[in-house]
């Protein structure tokens, strides 16, 4: 079935989402992550934000800090693809995903498999540390969006990792709103 946003779905299980990868290709697969938004911006910007341009920042923060970190230039594919599943499965927002586990990690990881059966890519993310990589990656991009977009996370500079907020800074990122909660 053609969904919204370009995205081709029968299943999830490994072997149909890699049948599927077959019949709409690279090509359908980024295009159907061009059409997932990962949020619309406020404030001055007037474009979405969708996976892709989000994957590609996750993997410039990947070259950018990796002589630093001593990252292998072999883990740059799987930051590059850390986010391939949301053609299938959407940017479900992580308080979403935490509320329906297990099953939307079994769901994913499904989709995940299918997707590098597809690419013939090895395990993505199983490297020792290569996974700690994409996660650090992955949450520099979202300081940085959260910037960039004005964006008010939940989460303050105290909730995140130390290496995570330096490799923020030495990107060029200053600062991100955040709710604070106060206790009585």
């Given at each position: 079935?053609?969904?919204?946003?370009?995205?081709?779905?029968?299943g999830?299980?490994?072997?149909i989402?890699?049948e599927?990868?077959?019949?709409?290709?690279?090509?359908?697969?980024?295009?159907?992550?061009?059409?997932?938004?990962?949020?619309?911006?406020s404030?001055?910007?007037?474009?979405d934000?969708?996976?892709?341009a989000h994957?590609?920042n996750?993997?410039?923060?990947?070259?950018?800090?990796?002589?630093?970190?001593?990252?292998p230039?072999?883990w740059?594919?799987?930051?590059?693809?850390?986010?391939?599943?949301e053609?299938?499965?959407?940017?479900?927002?992580?308080?979403?995903?935490?509320?329906?586990q297990p099953?939307?990690?079994?769901?994913?990881?499904g989709?995940?498999?299918?997707?590098?059966?597809?690419?013939?890519?090895?395990?993505?993310?199983?490297a020792?540390?290569?996974?700690?990589?994409?996660r650090?990656?992955?949450?520099?991009?979202?300081?940085?969006?959260?910037?960039?977009?004005?964006?008010t996370?939940?989460?303050?500079?105290?909730?995140?990792?130390?290496g995570?907020?330096?490799d923020f800074?030495a990107?060029?990122?200053?600062?991100?709103?955040f709710r604070?909660t106060?206790v009585?």
């Open positions: 079935m053609n969904l919204v946003g370009g995205r081709w779905l029968r999830f299980e490994a072997h989402v890699a599927d990868l077959e019949k709409i290709g690279p090509v359908g697969l980024i295009r159907c992550l061009l059409g997932e938004r990962r949020f619309r911006p404030g001055p910007h007037v474009q934000w969708n996976v892709v994957s590609l996750a993997a410039l923060i990947f070259l950018r800090v990796r002589g630093i970190r001593g990252w230039i072999e740059l594919p799987a930051v590059l693809c850390h986010d391939l599943a053609a299938f499965v959407g940017d479900i927002p992580s308080p979403v995903k935490r509320r329906v099953a939307f990690v079994q769901l994913e990881a989709v995940q498999d299918g997707i590098e059966r597809y690419l013939h890519l090895s395990r993505l993310g199983e020792d540390g290569e996974a700690l990589a994409v650090h990656c992955d949450l520099v991009a979202l300081l940085l969006e959260a910037e960039e977009f004005q964006l996370l939940e989460s303050g500079p105290n909730d995140f990792p130390t995570v907020v330096e800074k990107c060029g990122g200053t600062a991100w709103l604070e106060r009585p």
